[in-house]
């Protein structure tokens, strides 16, 4: 098999600049590194990473509508000669339907993107009282919120910023995920967005955003806080980043897929109604530990415009493979399916056996 045809980080990045059109396109130019394939005479890549004997997109193919196609149906090639699983996580209704009637690729739902109409978003109306007052109580605090430009990174606002990030992790038990889900607000500055919340000289939160360049539009991916900030940071930053884009002529955002979203068996292809069960049961019964139900209401908080479901799609078709799940797994967590499995239990264990340490404790003193 000859050497598969690949572009450079930069190449990439100036395909996405024009055809990024998926929420996670210009993510894929982020740590960890994704290698970019492309075919010739088509101006797309595929951005993937190799899992086993899984090649896992981010997104979907980068180009426009009318190559997507073509440039999957090279991928494929490449795929059937390597002996390779090929999946897409996550696709939009547009690349769903073209993959899957045009190039027999299976998929399932996996939840819904939010997009904001940023052209006529406000704070203001009955639906957002509760956000306005949360606003209000930040600006009484102090709390203000100015973009962060590249000439403005010192060692201190990014010692700053990182304890946020590490802090924010430690507190919600979670190990520092990967596969579209990294945390870089100072990474590619030149095309994306950054804006910290201040009280004083103490940065109390941030908001980083990446471009989705075809639909004019802003990926609000990381809005983090410091725990012990006044109420209403995040409304704050969120009001302010809006009107900053606004401003620079952007029309759409959204704060990124809501995992399980609607998932259950009537919302599956009917092959595929066992998927919608185990994600129905998954969105209820470990709501305590990934926040299903409470990340979608928080970005259904802001009224969004319109909604999109995203999906999980791959060739060839079946769920009859393994690999995929543990693919996927790996991907979301450098340390592997245990500790992705494993830290929901951990923290339940803690957080029973920590009040009894504490009781017994108080008992050996008395």
Not at 108 to 132: C, P, T
Not at 323 to 333: G, K, P, S
Not at 334 to 357: C, D, H, M, N, V
Request: aromatic share 10%.
């Amino acid at each position: 098999m000859g050497a598969m045809a690949e572009v450079t980080t930069e190449q990439a990045r100036a395909i996405i600049l024009r055809h990024g059109y998926n929420t996670n396109a210009y993510v894929t130019l982020l740590p960890p590194p994704f290698t970019f394939f492309t075919a010739p005479g088509i101006d797309g890549v595929i951005a993937y990473q190799r899992y086993g004997r899984v090649w896992l997109c981010g997104g979907e193919p980068i180009c426009a509508e009318a190559d997507i196609v073509p440039l999957t149906a090279a991928f494929m090639r490449e795929a059937r000669q390597a002996r390779r699983t090929i999946a897409f996580l996550p696709t939009t209704p547009r690349a769903t339907r073209l993959l899957t009637e045009r190039l027999g690729f299976d998929h399932v739902k996996v939840g819904e993107d939010n997009f904001y109409d940023l052209q006529a978003w406000s704070a203001r109306g009955q639906k957002m009282k509760h956000i306005r007052a949360n606003i209000n109580r930040a600006a009484r605090e102090g709390v203000t919120v100015r973009r962060c430009h590249p000439a403005d990174v010192t060692d201190d606002l990014r010692a700053q910023v990182q304890q946020l990030i590490d802090t924010w992790l430690t507190t919600r038990g979670m190990t520092a995920l990967s596969f579209l889900l990294g945390i870089h607000p100072f990474a590619l500055m030149e095309d994306r967005r950054l804006f910290l919340a201040w009280q004083g000289e103490t940065v109390v939160g941030f908001l980083a955003c990446s471009p989705i360049p075809a639909r004019c539009g802003w990926y609000l991916e990381d809005i983090i806080r410091d725990d012990d900030a006044p109420v209403g940071v995040t409304e704050l930053l969120f009001q302010e980043t809006v009107a900053a884009l606004q401003g620079e002529g952007a029309t759409c955002a959204t704060l990124g897929m809501a995992a399980l979203a609607d998932c259950d068996p009537a919302h599956q292809p009917p092959t595929h109604r066992l998927a919608g069960w185990i994600f129905a049961a998954m969105y209820t019964r470990l709501n305590t530990f990934y926040h299903f139900q409470s990340l979608r209401f928080y970005k259904e908080k802001f009224v969004p415009a319109h909604t999109e479901e995203t999906s999980f799609t791959w060739w060839p078709r079946g769920l009859r493979r393994p690999r995929l799940i543990f693919a996927v797994a790996r991907a979301l967590d450098p340390e592997g399916i245990p500790a992705t499995l494993l830290s929901p239990i951990k923290q339940s264990l803690t957080r029973r056996i920590e009040p009894r340490r504490h009781e017994e404790h108080e008992g050996e003193k008395e």
